[in-house]
Each structure stands twice: as C-alpha cells, then as structure tokens.
C-alpha cells in the first residue's frame, strides 16, 4: 500500500470515481456521496483549509481509501474501498495525527471523527483512543423515493418558482444564501464571486437548481440539486429561505419543483445530509448517521 497527499489536479476526478464506484444501492453505504465531494470543493470555504492535508492511500495504483476534511481541519471522514478493512488503523492514526480545529462552543480546540454507525473497526478505535461520541453532532442521510407522487405546494400567485437556467442574478443569488443561512446585514458584494465559482462545478446544473421570486424580483428561497445518472440518484445541496419568508410554503415549493425536474431526468432517489423536520415533511426517511466521536485536546 502506498499513501499521500492530496492532490487536487491529479485526484478530484479520481476520488470522485471512487466515491461513485463504491456507492452502494439500498441506503447503506458508507462513503460520501460523490456531489458533496464536489460541493466541498467549489465552496468559498474551502480556500480557507489546506487540502493537501486530504490523504490517499493506494494499491496497485487504485484508490482504496481517503481521510478527508470539508470546510475546517477538525472535522475528519474515512472513505474506504469494500473489503479493505485492513487500512482503517493506518487511517486512523493518519487522521489522529494530523487534524483539529477550535469549538467556538465549549471555547477548545477538538477533533471530530465522522464514522458510519455500522463501521465497528473505526468506531471501536475511537473509543479505544478516547474519543467519545457527541450524538448533537451526527451526521444523518435521509432519503426520497419517487416511487409516490411529489407533492404540489401552493404558493401566491405573484411569487415564481423558476431556475437559474431563466434567471441566474448573482447579486439576488447572494442575498439569498447570505440571509437564508442567517448572516446578519446585508450581503457583501466580495461574496459574489464565491456564488460564481460555485456553479464552476462540473456538475452544476441550471436546470435543476431553482429559486423563488417575490412580487418585486428578489429571490427568497434557494434549492442546490445535484444528479448522478450513474445511479440514478439526487443529492439536494443547498436549501435556504430568508428569515422573513420561512414557514410559509416557499421553502418546500423549491425543494418540490427541484426534485420533479432532477426526477424527470431519471432520479430514483434523493438524497439529503440532514434529518430535520422540515424534509421529513416533504417525504424524506431518514436511514442513517455517521456518528460524530470527538476528542476535547485542551
């Protein structure tokens, strides 16, 4: 086996491979799932960790395992090839060694393990190396079919629901995302530029992603949707409503109108990072975790 660091001309498009070709059909795989590897990578944040901490291992020249972080250096995830259980201690320590980061909350730096709630190998390293398991901080996947009818949401006839292949205005874009995910004031024209790398991705599609219009052309409420034809799944990545027009209807009216169209492109399921009540309302059942284990280092 050999192992090193991350490499993001060589390796996006090679992990991205992996995380494809390890997807398993049926609600347990443990692995990312290959839009949110991409997602990570054309995020403004991601300028603010260095990735070349992200490491590789390697047999015979194929990827059989990755320790990586998203948007900060204490949180860590373990993607690991079937059947290779025998490189999750090199992981491990790799990871042990190598990443933390501080918790405005409790005011200490920390390191966080995000371990799938059926990996007994890593879970059972974790506890043995102290590490206890903070269940506030898991990570939950819940799921759609669309073997049932996708809901209609009515909505006022002055608002729109429209996609950014109809209207794509960076500024109402960034007002949007600045105030649905709750940053105070106005939103600052420097992050403009952030909103256009992020549809850079590959992957990105107008068509799927959608927002809504209210009376006066500002958009109010966002959905990110991402589609891999390889397995017939979507990946729903970002949703956000400002403050003043949450709880009445336009959230949903997004997210609905997004999976509908994803769908007629072939989606089975969609997938979401999240088990709030909000999708759950939607239809979405949430399947699994991985389980937050975490090591208070001051």
């Not at 086996?1 to 398993?24: A, C, V, W």
Request: aromatic content about 16%.
């Amino acid at each position: 086996m050999k192992t090193r660091p991350y490499s993001h001309e060589k390796d996006f498009d090679r992990i991205g491979y992996f995380l494809n070709e390890t997807y398993q059909h049926g609600g347990k795989f443990s692995n990312w799932l290959q839009p949110r590897w991409e997602y990570m990578h054309f995020h403004t944040l991601v300028r603010d960790i260095n990735i070349e901490k992200i490491r590789i291992f390697e047999e015979d020249g194929e990827i059989v395992g990755v320790v990586n972080i998203e948007l900060n250096e204490r949180d860590v995830y373990f993607q690991v090839r079937p059947n290779c259980e025998h490189i999750k201690p090199i992981m491990f320590d790799y990871a042990d060694k190598t990443f933390q980061g501080f918790s405005q909350s409790i005011g200490k730096r920390i390191r966080v393990f995000y371990i799938h709630e059926d990996d007994h190998t890593l879970l059972e390293m974790a506890q043995t190396e102290g590490y206890e398991h903070w269940d506030n901080y898991d990570d939950h996947y819940s799921r759609y079919h669309f073997d049932k009818p996708i809901p209609k949401t009515p909505i006022p006839e002055s608002f729109r629901v429209i996609s950014l292949a109809e209207e794509n205005d960076f500024n109402k874009i960034n007002e949007v995302l600045w105030a649905g995910f709750n940053h105070e004031g106005p939103a600052p024209q420097k992050e403009i530029e952030g909103r256009r790398f992020a549809q850079q991705a590959p992957n990105f599609n107008k068509e799927i992603t959608i927002v809504v219009i209210d009376p006066e052309g500002n958009y109010i409420s966002y959905c990110g949707m991402w589609f891999v034809p390889q397995h017939n799944f979507a990946y729903v990545e970002p949703v956000a409503t400002i403050p003043n027009c949450r709880r009445m209807g336009f959230g949903k009216a997004a997210v609905l109108e997004s999976m509908r169209r994803v769908h007629s492109l072939g989606a089975e399921v969609a997938w979401v990072g999240s088990n709030q009540e909000f999708y759950k309302a939607l239809g979405f059942e949430t399947t699994f975790k991985f389980e937050a284990w975490v090591k208070v280092l001051e």
